[in-house]
């Protein structure tokens, strides 16, 4: 490697397995029209993990329409990054499953996975073998779900032992779970993946008694965290330097005044809530929920399911509005997190959901509201918006003072209706990847080139999800970038 790279930890790497050999066309006619300064950072064909004749074919469309060499070339790399070097795809019982690591953590994230191969949701119904993998992701989210709802991440290998720093956390482990931080997104990432889908493909064969069953688990691990009855069975301590590791108070976290709204223990970054009514998962949690109620209606004609998640989704949403929108000298906006009896912590966090995001991962929000919001959230008022002399936008505890992550300057581009702020974001983004030709977790505010993690699958994903729409809806953007 010809640049620097640092880690708040030191991260497990996966060993390089054998993919499938499949020769494609469109592989090779991406090579060969790679400017030669440009060399593919893509494995081999031999050893990619998953490969796609519709994933292929549609990255030489889009690189078509991509101006900017260097930008294409991002694209090429980071679009398909998560079949390239991710996914483990087999079969259990009899049917598709999928394993997705995160990339240099052998493990598989609820949130994670489901980020990572939603891009490739439109492609699904003109590629049979895609479709099967998708279906295996959402079938192997459906067991994780049922090994524990309150678990984050899951090993690959359900059998093997969880990852390292798990190990010794005072929480009740369970054969399979890689790390055990209840985050309230990570039962709605898969609620939103199984819809997606079905939207794209029509198929509702992951949809099962399995499934179903996963899904019934999940709102009952919601109502659970409403805390009206009390605290509920989930506690977690982890002894660590790090105070935003572990959760205070015997591990259930701060107090909370019963509302309505979901308690979360982590934020979607892995870090600890500080109040635990995490606002961005609450709000996603609204979305979510309607997306289960309608395919229990009409995939699974299960109306109690249906009756139940719409009912908690319009009680999240009630509650949302009366104990969540903040007062600022600027207007409202929707606070970060809050616990009940009127506190409210102000700031964003780059990982999704976050408050930027909202457009993106919240289907009808306030749209003034959320203007308001995201001037927030884009400007020094947000303790966690960096800038510098190699870009500017927003990072988190997770890394740190200073650190910008390039998922927040995609999410701030994914959700702009500004040509200027779109541009400016894909600028950042060249600049950010610092010759590696992908996507990484964080950067110095002023030195692209002291970066974490080289291998962030999620993040790869999504800036691939942005220039494939930008193809789409504003291709002009995408011939010249600074």
């Known amino acids: 490697m010809t640049y620097n790279e640092i880690s708040r930890r030191e991260m497990l790497r996966m060993g390089a397995g054998a993919a499938a050999s499949l020769t494609l066309r469109s592989s090779a006619a991406l090579a060969a029209s790679a400017p030669p300064s440009f060399t593919s950072k893509r494995p081999s064909l031999q050893d990619r993990k998953f490969c796609s004749t519709a994933v292929e074919a549609y990255l030489t469309n889009v690189s078509g329409k991509i101006g900017d060499a260097e930008l294409a070339w991002l694209f090429q790399n980071c679009y398909p990054n998560t079949l390239d070097t991710t996914i483990e795809f087999g079969a259990f019982e009899g049917k598709p499953d999928t394993a997705v ?157 019963p509302v309505g709204l979901i308690a979360s223990g982590f934020r979607p970054s892995d870090d600890a809530c500080t109040f635990p009514f995490l606002v961005p998962s609450n709000l996603f949690a609204v979305t979510a929920l309607g997306y289960l109620a309608q395919m229990a209606n009409e995939i699974l004609h299960d109306s109690a399911l249906a009756n139940e998640a719409t009912a908690l989704s319009a009680e999240v949403a009630k509650a949302l509005q009366q104990h969540a929108v903040a007062q600022t000298p600027q207007g409202t906006i929707w606070a970060y997190e809050v ?97 590696s030709g ?15 993690r080289s291998w962030f699958a999620w993040a790869n994903s999504l800036f691939g999800e942005l220039v494939a729409n930008l193809a789409t809806t504003h291709p002009a953007l995408l011939q010249a970038v600074p």
Not at 422 to 430: F, G
Request: glycine residues 8%; neutral net charge.
């Open 438 to 452: 992908f996507m990484h977790e964080s950067f110095n505010r002023n030195d692209a080139t002291k970066f974490t």
């Open 101 to 257: 690591i995160t990339g240099d953590i052998p493990a598989m994230w609820l949130r994670d996975s489901s980020a990572q191969v939603w891009p490739y949701l439109p492609l699904a119904a003109k590629d049979a073998e895609l479709r099967r993998m998708l279906e295996g992701v959402i079938r192997r989210q459906a067991r994780c779900t049922l090994i524990d709802p309150y678990a984050n991440a899951f090993m690959a290998d359900l059998d093997a032992p969880p990852l390292e720093w798990g190990r010794t956390d005072a929480t009740d482990m369970k054969r399979g779970v890689g790390e055990r931080k209840w985050e309230l997104d990570s039962l709605c990432y898969p609620m939103r993946l199984s819809y997606g889908y079905w939207r794209a493909t029509g198929d509702t064969s992951p949809f099962d008694e399995t499934w179903r069953s996963a899904m019934k688990l999940a709102v009952q691990t919601m109502r659970v965290q409403q805390r009206k009855q009390g605290l509920g069975p989930y506690h977690f301590q982890r002894i660590s330097k790090i105070a935003t590791e572990t959760l205070p108070c015997s591990g259930y976290g701060a107090p909370v005044q």
């Open 339 to 435: 616990d009940g009896y009127g506190s409210q912590l102000l700031m964003d966090d780059a990982n999704i959901p976050s408050l930027l995001a909202l457009p993106y991962i919240h289907s009808s929000p306030d749209q003034a509201l959320y203007a308001r919001t995201r001037s927030f959230v884009w400007s020094e008022r947000n303790p966690w918006f960096f800038q510098g002399s190699a870009g500017e936008g927003i990072g988190g505890p997770h890394e740190g003072k200073d650190m910008i992550w390039p998922m927040a300057i995609t999410t701030y581009a994914l959700t702009s209706q500004s040509d200027k702020e779109i541009a400016h974001a894909l600028a950042m983004l060249k600049h950010a990847s610092a010759g």
